[in-house]
């Protein structure tokens, strides 16, 4: 079992930078390919990005390739997202999630998810 924590969000000006983390617990993190999804007030929650068990595969939603960037440092049981050039419609709560599918860009095909993070982007 993994259960994730989310970290980093807040409010930023449209064209900032923000870092997410996602902490894991357990000795099972590098086994599994992890995913960001994100979810904005009366939507569904969406795919953003997602990175393999490696690290060496990432697979990003066109609406953010270019601008995020998912990292992972699996000795340190921690994955990243990194958003630059950010835009008020990436405003959202973001969510990590941990699952056994490679780089899949469904929701159910996570089965670990953290609490999330707020991120708001003002204009």
């Known amino acids: 079992q993994v259960q994730l924590v989310e970290s980093g969000g807040g409010l930023v000006q449209a064209g900032g930078s923000l870092r997410l983390s996602c902490a894991a617990s357990?000795?099972?993190?590098?086994?599994?390919?992890m995913g960001w999804f994100r979810q904005a007030p009366g939507k569904e929650r969406e795919f953003v990005g997602a990175?393999?068990?490696?690290?060496?595969?990432?697979y990003y939603a066109d609406s953010v390739k270019g601008r995020f960037t998912i990292s992972r440092h699996n000795a340190e049981n921690t994955m990243y997202l990194q958003m630059n050039s950010l835009k008020p419609e990436d405003t959202a709560v973001y969510y990590c999630?941990?699952?056994?599918?490679?780089?899949?860009?469904?929701?159910?095909?996570?089965?670990?998810w953290g609490q999330g993070t707020q991120v708001t982007v003002s204009v």
């Open positions: 990175i393999s068990r490696s690290g060496v595969g990432t």
């Open positions: 357990g000795r099972t993190f590098s086994t599994y390919d």
């Open positions: 999630a941990a699952g056994r599918r490679r780089l899949s860009t469904v929701v159910t095909d996570y089965d670990y």
